[in-house]
């Protein structure tokens, strides 16, 4: 048996059994072939082809939906860890504006970098010590250094470190700091960082790579490229394809190498996304802002503000468990909720969540501990047949999330899956 981390539990309660409307089920039906192709084999993430239909295919002909809904669907990590909160995280990063404006890179992309990498405090250090990421915009000293031209005297930054910490002429001492580690000084590490990008655009031949290799380093995304078949320093593809694109089942290596790095490198084009939409609300639409961020912080993850005023359903807002076939998808269902019901986007995904995962695992189906009484809600069994099917269930849920279709978090014994009621892919 194999468990995941854990997180907050949410209330669950028993429904009992309802009709089923023609309506649903035909809406249902649509939802889950993307128009229905009856002769085709159900295959979430295996990619378009002409004998399966995937439901969370990507197509290229609608990219910037697809941006737009990972954006979405990574924020609510960026509510969440925000330091002092959104708002004020925004009010730091906004104070570097004048900066930013004339760095010679898009103004809206370079501050939601800081927004991201530093919360817009310039001593921000990733590590105790200096030689790791530092600065407003998380520079690597060797990468300073070495690729990006900046005066970083590391043995002085040390000891000057120790110095500011001990509270000795701290103002003359910062001063000093900003000039022997240019990471330290903003206007610098601003220009710096414009460097790296135009450095990375013209190995990868894309804006959009140029910003995803911030995180995960132009060699990294070059290999990506080739994995996936996009050869060449042109960028034939953009970010999106590449990751929408690729699953355990579909541009396989590509998608590896993605999982691969680890620490988020995957995501970090769509976080920068949301720091961007983040800041745009700051300063245009400051009250829904902090409403966001008042119903970001009531959940562990975006479930409030999917459904801010969520209430249990009526028997006309619900499908029947279809037990048979969600078992044939993946999916098992715990008898005491057997006769329970969903609203059909919520239905809808689970069965994409079961069917995928099998599809990758191999292995036996998920298991359905709990419905809400909001019929937008489910909770799945953290008790997982082998690792194979927890990391298939874990892709499944990352990408559901990238797509706009759920939001979830764990609990010690379930994982809490929201559907959303319209979502953008």
Same mark, same amino acid.
Request: glycine residues 10%; charged residues 20%; hydrophobic residues 45%.
């Given at each position: 048996?194999?468990?995941l981390?854990?997180?907050?539990?949410?209330?669950?309660?028993?429904?009992?059994a309802?009709g089923?409307?023609?309506?649903?089920?035909?809406v249902?039906?649509?939802?889950?072939?993307?128009?229905?192709?009856?002769?085709?084999?159900?295959?979430p993430?295996a990619?378009?082809?002409?004998?399966?239909?995937d439901?969370?295919? +990507?197509?290229?002909?609608?990219?910037?939906?697809?941006?737009r809904?990972?954006?979405g669907?990574?924020?609510?990590?960026l +509510?969440?860890?925000?330091v002092?909160?959104v708002v004020?995280?925004?009010?730091?990063?906004?104070?570097?504006?004048p900066?930013?404006?004339?760095?010679?890179?898009?103004?809206?992309?370079l *501050?939601?970098?800081?927004?991201l990498?530093?919360?817009?405090?310039?001593?921000?250090?990733?590590g105790?010590?200096?030689?790791a990421?530092?600065?407003?915009?998380?520079?690597?000293a *060797?990468?300073?250094?070495?690729?990006?031209?900046?005066?970083?005297?590391?043995?002085?930054?040390?000891?000057l470190e120790?110095a500011?910490?001990?509270g000795?002429?701290?103002?003359?001492?910062?001063?000093?700091?900003?000039?022997v580690d240019?990471?330290?000084?903003?206007a610098?590490?601003?220009?710096?960082?414009?460097? #790296?990008l135009?450095?990375?655009?013209?190995?990868?031949?894309?804006?959009?790579?140029?910003?995803?290799? #911030?995180?995960?380093?132009v060699?990294?995304?070059?290999?990506?490229m080739?994995?996936?078949?996009?050869q060449?320093?042109?960028?034939?593809?953009?970010?999106?394809?590449? #990751?929408?694109?690729?699953s355990?089942?579909?541009?396989a290596?590509?998608?590896?190498?993605?999982?691969?790095?680890?620490?988020?490198?995957?995501?970090y084009?769509?976080?920068?996304?949301a720091?961007?939409?983040?800041?745009?609300? #700051?300063?245009?639409r400051?009250?829904?802002?902090?409403?966001?961020?008042?119903?970001?912080?009531?959940?562990?993850?975006?479930?409030?503000?999917?459904?801010?005023a969520?209430s249990?359903?009526t028997?006309?807002?619900?499908?029947?468990?279809?037990?048979?076939?969600?078992?044939?998808?993946?999916?098992a269902v715990?008898?005491?909720?057997?006769a329970?019901?969903?609203?059909?986007r919520?239905?809808?995904?689970?069965?994409?969540?079961?069917?995928?995962?099998?599809?990758?695992?191999r292995?036996?189906?998920?298991?359905?501990?709990?419905?809400d009484?909001?019929?937008?809600?489910?909770?799945v069994?953290?008790?997982?047949?082998?690792?194979a099917?927890a990391l298939?269930?874990?892709f499944?849920l990352d990408?559901?999330?990238a797509?706009?279709w759920?939001a979830?978090?764990?609990?010690?014994?379930?994982?809490?899956?929201?559907?959303?009621?319209?979502?953008?892919?």
């Amino acid at each position: 048996m194999v468990r995941l981390e854990a997180s907050p539990v949410h209330v669950r309660r028993r429904l009992t059994a309802l009709g089923v409307l023609v309506a649903i089920a035909v809406v249902l039906t649509v939802v889950l072939t993307g128009g229905g192709h009856p002769a085709s084999r159900f295959a979430p993430a295996a990619g378009p082809s002409p004998t399966t239909r995937d439901p969370i295919a +990507y197509d290229a002909a609608r990219r910037g939906a697809f941006e737009r809904a990972a954006a979405g669907g990574v924020a609510h990590v960026l +509510y969440a860890k925000s330091v002092g909160g959104v708002v004020a995280t925004a009010r730091r990063v906004a104070a570097f504006r004048p900066l930013v404006d004339r760095a010679g890179w898009d103004p809206d992309t370079l *501050e939601a970098l800081i927004f991201l990498e530093s919360g817009g405090r310039p001593d921000a250090q990733a590590g105790s010590d200096p030689s790791a990421a530092a600065g407003l915009t998380q520079i690597v000293a *060797e990468t300073g250094r070495d690729l990006l031209h900046m005066r970083i005297d590391l043995a002085r930054t040390r000891t000057l470190e120790r110095a500011i910490a001990g509270g000795r002429r701290v103002a003359a001492r910062q001063r000093e700091l900003r000039r022997v580690d240019e990471r330290f000084d903003p206007a610098k590490a601003i220009a710096a960082t414009v460097r #790296y990008l135009r450095f990375a655009r013209a190995k990868l031949g894309r804006d959009d790579l140029a910003v995803a290799s #911030y995180h995960m380093g132009v060699g990294n995304l070059q290999s990506v490229m080739r994995a996936y078949g996009a050869q060449g320093a042109g960028g034939t593809v953009s970010y999106a394809q590449l #990751y929408f694109d690729s699953s355990p089942l579909h541009h396989a290596a590509a998608w590896n190498l993605l999982a691969s790095f680890g620490d988020d490198s995957s995501t970090y084009l769509w976080r920068i996304e949301a720091a961007k939409e983040i800041m745009r609300l #700051y300063r245009t639409r400051p009250a829904e802002l902090r409403r966001l961020a008042a119903l970001q912080m009531r959940s562990g993850s975006s479930e409030r503000v999917m459904h801010p005023a969520a209430s249990a359903a009526t028997a006309g807002q619900l499908a029947r468990l279809p037990v048979a076939r969600l078992r044939r998808d993946g999916i098992a269902v715990g008898g005491r909720i057997a006769a329970g019901g969903l609203r059909p986007r919520a239905l809808a995904a689970l069965e994409v969540l079961g069917a995928g995962t099998q599809a990758i695992a191999r292995t036996s189906p998920l298991l359905v501990t709990g419905l809400d009484a909001t019929g937008w809600s489910f909770d799945v069994s953290r008790v997982y047949r082998s690792g194979a099917q927890a990391l298939a269930f874990q892709f499944m849920l990352d990408r559901l999330t990238a797509l706009g279709w759920i939001a979830w978090e764990r609990d010690p014994t379930v994982i809490h899956v929201t559907a959303a009621a319209k979502p953008p892919v």
